[in-house]
């Protein structure tokens, strides 16, 4: 016997909210893939330093985003065909993926907010150690200065907090481009640049954590007031 009234308005609201959810879903996964991707992160965190590699946390995040948006694409689905079929089971299982998907994404916004301050400064500390051997001329000082250049050409920056007092024209020339060396005296050197790159890309996961929350919230609210209407039917 099918949903009456109300509870058929639900069941309609709720294919609406799980379609809405399966393009987030689908939105959230092509972020991630273009984060995982983008030409500046890729060209500094794929860099290494001897045998030291770049360091490569903020990927972490990038991964856990690309299973979040997967997983919502296939919930997103499983919940649209459990609203038009009205199966209490499939809308159960809806409801139990939902709340695991939403423990899971807290669980990476907490790690998120430790850990996003840490990024930077790791990555920071990375261009810190290139750029010093770079300049005292140690015996791996070539790969130094390929690193150091690519961070240079790619976030268009010259220096860092540290090392801004001990600039010469001799290394600025062979390190830095020529056209960023106004950077120097616009402040705006490469720990800076760095810090910038990655705030912009962790707000961006921020808004879309947010957004899928609320729409989670609202679609298990009405999967439980569904499932309600369903058993009650069939019991009349």
């Known amino acids: 016997m099918g949903v009456e009234g109300c509870t058929k308005c639900i069941k309609y609201l709720l294919f609406v909210f799980n379609f809405i959810f399966w393009l987030a879903g689908g ?51 499983l919940g649209c065909y459990g609203a038009i079929q009205e199966s209490q089971c499939l809308l159960g299982t809806f409801f139990t993926c939902l709340v695991i998907l939403f423990a899971c994404e807290v669980a990476a916004g907490i790690w998120g907010f430790v850990n996003k301050d840490q990024i930077a400064k790791d990555v920071k500390q ?28 790619t976030l268009d920056c010259c220096g860092s907090d540290i090392v801004t007092a001990t600039f010469t024209p001799v290394w600025k020339d062979d390190l830095c481009r020529k056209d960023s060396l106004k ?24 808004i879309a954590a947010v957004v899928v929350a609320v729409i989670m919230i609202f679609e298990m609210i009405l999967s439980m007031v569904l499932c309600c209407g369903i058993r009650n039917s069939s019991v009349y």
């Open 27 to 77: 939105i959230i996964l092509g972020v991630a893939l273009w984060l995982r991707h983008d030409s500046q992160t890729t060209n500094i965190l794929y860099l290494q330093l001897g045998e030291k590699q770049a360091p490569n946390t903020f990927y972490v995040g990038i991964y856990i985003l690309i299973a979040v948006g997967a997983v919502m694409m296939f919930v997103g689905f």
């Open 183 to 206: 950077s120097l005296f616009e402040n705006t050197n490469c720990h800076k640049k760095i810090d910038e790159l990655f705030s912009g890309k962790l707000y961006l996961i921020g």
């Open 126 to 153: 990375f261009y810190d150690q290139a750029l010093q051997q770079a300049l005292m001329g140690e015996s791996d000082s070539s790969n130094a200065k390929a690193v150091v250049k690519t961070f240079h050409e």
